[in-house]
């Protein structure tokens, strides 16, 4: 078998090491050596780190089908995106900056982008406010997220250490509004129970990926909160479910009904004769009155 293994296509091989690296390439494939527990270790983190990444390139999309096809953003907390996308940013932005491997943390950059356009998405469908301009609170939130971007990029990387120990109560904060919202609401509105479970199985693996591969505990505790974060949010979705399927229910009945609903035929206008006396002439000289003829017109 290992003559095979030792002579597979140079693609193959060139992608195996990339992948691996070449000393886990040759252990685990060419010598077929299973009991090389670190490298099976090191290969299922890189496996599991890049499904997260493939996988968080889609994450949120049910969440932004589900507001763009219900045109509205009903149970979504603009505070908890808001701080949420931030985290991701800044993640984003240490992880890139410290040269780590782009397994590890590239769904961060793929999360970050859906969440500035489900940010957008909340201050468009969001109640209207006297004195209120939609298009400026857009134009406003586009900007705050280009120039964050910007300044995450160019600020010291000591600068950027302190703030990936920010993500931690960040983290917090950013789910904690929608957690109260939800519970206040006895619903989740519209959020996305596909995004919920998979941040949950996302969370489980990056624990493992960031542990073997990169060890550094500020980002481990990060996802560590972060897990226990979304559980709550997995739990009140598991019990909300109910609730939320009623609402949709009713909320179906009631846009039927009013479909459905005869209209009142338009009445007929009625035609009114009036008649009117013709005015009597008046005259220097004393003349009969003329006979009573009497004029009618008919007004529609």
Do not use: H
């Amino acid at each position: 078998m290992t003559s095979i293994t030792r002579n597979l296509p140079w693609f193959v091989r060139d992608l195996g090491v990339a992948i691996v690296g070449k000393k886990c390439y040759i252990s685990l494939v060419e010598n077929l050596n299973v009991s090389d527990v670190e490298c099976i270790k090191y290969s299922v983190s890189k496996g599991l780190g890049i499904g997260i990444v493939v996988g968080g390139s889609i994450m949120k999309v049910p969440q932004l089908l589900l507001i763009l096809s219900a045109r509205s953003a009903r149970g979504l907390s603009l505070p908890a995106y808001v701080l949420e996308t931030l985290a991701y940013a800044i993640t984003l932005a240490y992880s890139f900056r410290n040269a780590f491997p782009f397994s590890t943390y590239g769904e961060n950059l793929f999360l970050t982008a859906q969440n500035v356009l489900i940010t957008l998405l909340i201050i468009y469908y969001a109640p209207a406010r006297p004195n209120q301009s939609k298009p400026l609170q857009l134009t406003v939130a586009s900007l705050a997220s280009a120039l964050t971007g910007v300044a995450l990029y160019t600020l010291p990387t000591d600068i950027l250490a302190l703030l990936q120990l920010s993500t931690l109560p960040l983290s917090l904060f950013s789910k904690l509004p929608q957690i109260m919202q939800n519970y206040r609401a006895q619903s989740t509105g519209q959020l996305s129970a596909f995004a919920v479970l998979s941040q949950i199985v996302g969370c489980l693996a990056r624990l493992f990926t960031t542990a073997t591969e990169v060890g550094d505990p500020l980002v481990i505790a990060g996802f560590a909160l972060a897990l226990l974060l979304n559980g709550v949010l997995g739990a009140q979705l598991w019990i909300y479910w109910d609730k939320d399927i009623r609402e949709k229910e009713s909320l179906g009945k009631i846009a039927m009904s009013e479909k459905e609903r005869p209209q009142r035929p338009a009445q007929r206008e009625s035609k009114v004769e009036v008649v009117v006396p013709p005015q009597t002439p008046t005259a220097r000289y004393s003349s009969p009155t003329p006979s009573g003829r009497k004029w009618a017109r008919k007004l529609d």
